[in-house]
């Protein structure tokens, strides 16, 4: 079996502070136990790909600018089936898995999960932002196409934005369903991933030795994963603590926007345990943060001050101070020492906001019209910020 220099399971202090026990980090607690060895059986998923998405990102973005290639396959999935026939049997084939709703999946549990994302407000957002991606940059090895399709150089502005967008839309509810906007962002972001890895592939420099394959299928649940059963974990501790149907629901959504973006189904998780247990043997098996992690995390940090659609300094200095509130609170300590951010008193402004937190959360728990109302303002205060993010694409 091919062994990547970056699977280190001995000794390993990667990702630390998810696991360990406090007040309100939920990761602990649901996992179940686990011997590291079990992280041996997934090593090969280091070396797979989502083959179906290559092929046909190799059919439209061949000799065609990005855009026109983009602009094409949302045309082409517009009109699926009815011509058929004129397309591949590979692209056949991806625009029947985004088109068929599969047995398992339960729209109710997916909306439910949604409502959750929703009545978290901005909160979510912080978390998306300042654990799930700060988060990430502890694994050096599943941000290096990052690097190599310069994210750097194009600013994490961009990148946040991109991610803002992906995650509104496919947490929008009924988002998810045939020809909405969710199954678009999730065609969008599947084929952009399989043309980033071709192109990262057809570059010398990329040592799959080191690293395993580009967009490789056992980071892309790592991914998933962040997105989940991570973004909970963070929302506990801003004392959004979901409920065991929540949890399950959330999973739920997430295990189908998984499954769409090419995910074998069977890595995806049902329970906060399985969950837990599968991001356990990822996060832990890591090599850890390097150089590029750092310059990652600090163009993350940076990223305020470059933002466009202010130009307010107090503004961009207060929000910069926010975020690194979140990732001390988020992170903990040692995580943002390691990613060599700086520490900030603006910590004690988010343990501030998490009694407010707490005050909305009981009050969503304690009677179903509450939970609505709240869920609906939630998603307004999040498209706000949404309209900045895209303001400044």
Known sequence: ???????????????????????????????????????????????????????????YFTNTPFNQAIAKLHTDFSLFPSNKNRLSLATQNLFQQLNEVPSWVDFDLVNLGTSYCNRTGTAALSVLRNYCLMGGYESSAINKPLIFTQALHKGAV?????????WMYVTEINGLKPNNKGIYAVLTTRLIHAYSRIQIEKKSEWKSELWGRPINLWDMLATNLGFSIAFIDGLSKLKFKPTAKELEAVLH????????????????????????????????????????????????????????FTKNKIMKWFVQ?????????????????????????????????????????????????????????????????????????
Request: net charge positive.
């Open 1 to 59: 079996m091919k062994i990547p220099e970056r699977y280190q399971p001995k000794n390993n202090k990667s990702f630390a502070s998810y696991w360990q026990p406090t007040k309100d980090n939920l990761l602990p607690f649901l996992l179940p136990k686990t011997n590291i060895s079990d992280s041996e059986k997934l090593v090969p998923y280091y070396f797979k790909v989502d083959d179906l998405a290559d092929e046909v990102a190799v059919e």
């Open 158 to 166: 961009k990148r946040l934005a991109d991610t803002v967008d992906f």
């Open 253 to 308: 959504l997430w295990k189908y926007v998984g499954y769409l973006m090419g995910i074998p189904l069977h890595l995806l998780p049902n329970t906060g345990e399985e969950a837990a247990k599968q991001l356990f043997l990822w996060s832990k098996s890591q090599k850890g943060i390097d150089t590029d992690s750092k310059q990652l995390a600090w163009a993350l940090y940076d990223e305020p001050l470059r933002v466009t």
């Open 321 to 393: 101070k926010t975020n690194l509130g979140y990732n001390e609170v988020l992170l903990g300590t040692e995580s943002r020492q390691e990613l060599a951010l700086p520490y900030s008193k603006a910590k004690y402004w988010i343990l501030f906001l998490n009694k407010i937190n707490e005050y909305f959360d009981t009050k969503a728990k304690s009677n179903p019209d509450y939970y609505n109302k709240i869920a609906k303002q939630g998603r307004k205060a999040q498209e706000k910020v949404w309209k900045l993010y895209q303001q400044a694409k």
